[in-house]
């Protein structure tokens, strides 16, 4: 069975601080995909990768697939509060997604 | 306009009841999902959908039916509800069966059984 952990599972900081969120798996994925979902709704797509050793960047947010396509991470410069919900990363399977088990992120103004 | 919308937003019910959750994606996509998320946020596919034909069933009971009426439509029936089937369930489209394709996900049912 295919597994995507993340970690931390749980993250509390300040606004203005930096993190990392990992996720990582023993499978090989053709790509990667990163959500965050906040409360009440449902996932919402924020980066897709795709290439061993990619790195993208969206903003603040910067998303890294490893270079053996089985691990990737997302770091978030100068957090604000917005940044604030359930951060989903999950692997493509031949014809699904296999979803992380989630980093729950609180930025504290 | 909703891209992906599913109805009730909430639904709490007796065990034993059969309850039905309804899907509609205005998007044109061709494949269509139901996802479970539990109360540790873990979210696990369910079906999956190709132009009305089930492609996925991912070892989940036989009291869930999904139901696919045409490419913009899936529901699902749930019978006999059991208390461990608390959770949130989530309809999400793709516009096709393939990699690397975003999911576009609804806001969610909140199914509670007491």
């Known amino acids: 069975t295919q597994l995507l952990e993340q970690s931390p599972q749980f993250l509390s900081i300040q606004e203005g601080e930096n993190l990392t969120v990992y996720c990582n798996s023993s499978?090989?994925?053709?790509?990667l995909q990163w959500y965050r979902q906040e409360p009440g709704e449902g996932p919402v797509l924020l980066v897709t990768?795709?290439?061993?050793?990619e790195v993208k960047k969206l903003k603040r947010l910067t998303f890294q697939f490893g270079d053996a396509r089985k691990d990737s991470s997302l770091h978030i410069t100068a957090a604000q509060p917005g940044d604030t919900g359930l951060y989903l990363c999950?692997?493509?399977?031949?014809?699904?997604?296999?979803f992380g088990t989630g980093t729950r992120l609180q930025v504290f103004p | 306009d909703t891209a992906v919308s599913q109805t009730p937003k909430y639904l709490v019910t007796q065990m034993g009841n059969d309850k039905s959750i309804k899907c509609e994606q205005n998007l044109g996509h061709d494949t269509m999902y139901w996802y479970k998320q539990d109360s540790k946020k873990f979210l696990k596919i369910m079906f999956s959908?190709?132009?009305?034909?089930?492609?996925i069933n991912e070892t989940v009971p036989n009291r869930f039916s999904p139901k696919s009426p045409d490419k913009a439509h899936l529901n699902l029936h749930i019978n006999s509800l059991e208390l461990g089937d608390s959770a949130v369930y989530f309809c999400a489209s793709s516009q096709v069966l393939r990699l690397a394709t975003e999911a576009f996900f609804g806001q969610g049912t909140r199914l509670t059984v007491v």
């Open positions: 959908y190709n132009n009305k034909e089930l492609i």
């Open positions: 990768v795709v290439t061993g050793g």
């Open positions: 499978s090989v994925f053709s790509s």
């Open positions: 999950a692997g493509a399977d031949t014809d699904k997604l296999i």
